[in-house]
């Protein structure tokens, strides 16, 4: 008794030649498929079931093609759909089905982590600080050791000192675990920051407004706030000038000045005030202070008030680099955490 030869349409015949191939041989070939034929393969995969060993043959031999296994296969439509899920991404796959053209770019977006690396090491902290630890680690693990660094300057000290130990004993990260983490950020963090990064024209204005006088500097961030200029408080938390001094914890006017000389502090404290004068001698120590106090006692009219202004700016500009690099904060920024 002989048992009717199957019956199949060409996109199945193809369909089970592919099956037959495996995943590795039929991923390759996938890729040379044109959209509308990768539809019908799909289409066609999905209808075929059980494939006698004589009729796959039958099919091999239609092609022209050689093959060693000639097993009958079972379930084909779903190890067509193995090939296909671990062959195409799911964007490619679905946009076959719905007749749509796959978006260009085989490799996806680019890696998120050096878009990371520009932010304000503050702006992702905040991000992390509301993530599991090991969440975290992860993220920092991908940065540059640097940018790293700055982030975890953020973050207060118990999650820092959690999330450093995750990074020392974290092993290989699933790539589904990286991509979902990846995908948050540049939707979190990443998309928020595109739509209105101002951060570096605040840095510029800051700057700018750093190098006026105390009665300069005044005039002008009144005349910012009449003119309702946007982000305005995050330029003032930018902002420092020498008058600010007493604003400042002991701790970081001795940092301060531990750096400069005895000659510049002493032209910047000409003509300031008993409490400002007193909040920078406090911070040096007693040998400095009385050298600088008996030059302080003596007159000072041959000294230029260019000169008392630069040296101003001078503990003004390093007081701004040494907060930056994280030694403390600003006056303005402590006053808007609290």
């Known amino acids: 008794m002989t048992t009717q030869a199957l019956t199949l349409t060409r996109p ?3 369909a089970a030649i592919l099956v037959a191939m495996g995943k590795p041989s039929a991923g390759r070939l996938l890729k040379f498929f044109k959209q509308e034929e990768l539809k019908s393969l799909i289409e066609a995969a999905r209808l075929l079931r059980t494939i006698p060993q ?11 093609s050689e093959f060693t296994e000639g097993a009958g296969l079972l379930d084909s439509a779903d190890k067509m759909d193995t090939i296909l899920n671990e062959s195409l991404s799911p964007e490619e796959v679905n946009a076959i089905m719905n007749g749509k053209q796959p978006e260009a770019g085989p490799d996806g977006p680019p890696p998120i982590w050096p878009e990371l690396e520009k932010l304000e090491p503050a702006r992702l902290g905040a991000f992390l600080a509301g ?5 975290s680690a992860m993220v920092l693990s991908k940065l540059a050791p640097q940018a790293a660094a700055g982030v975890l300057l953020t973050l207060e000290k118990p999650l820092r000192s959690e999330i450093i130990k995750r990074m020392v004993t974290m092993v290989a990260v699933p790539e589904t675990a990286e991509k979902l983490v990846a995908a948050q950020l540049r939707q979190r963090v990443l998309a928020e920051t595109s739509v ?8 510029r204005v ?33 902002i420092f000038s020498f008058e600010d001094l007493p604003l400042l914890s002991q701790k970081a006017r001795v940092l301060i000045f531990d750096g400069l000389s005895s000659e510049v502090v002493t032209l910047a404290l000409r003509g300031a005030s008993p409490e400002l004068t007193e909040s920078v001698l406090s911070a040096i120590g007693a040998r400095s202070r009385r050298m600088i106090e008996s030059e302080l006692s003596q007159a000072a009219d041959n000294v230029a008030a260019a000169d008392i202004a630069q040296a ?18 600003l006056p303005s920024v402590q006053s808007a955490a609290a």
């Open 54 to 64: 004589a009729d796959l043959e039958r099919i091999v031999a239609e092609f022209e």
């Open 131 to 135: 993530e599991h630890a090991q969440t």
């Open 312 to 329: 101003r700016k001078t503990v003004s500009s390093t007081t701004i680099r040494l907060s930056h690099e994280g030694a403390f904060e």
């Open 206 to 238: 800051a700057s700018l407004l750093n190098e006026l006088d105390k009665p300069q500097l005044e005039e002008m961030m009144k005349d910012l706030e009449d003119a309702g200029t946007p982000d305005l408080e995050a330029v003032k938390a930018r």
């Open 196 to 203: 209105k990064d101002t951060s570096a024209g605040q840095a």
């Open 12 to 14: 199945q015949k193809a």
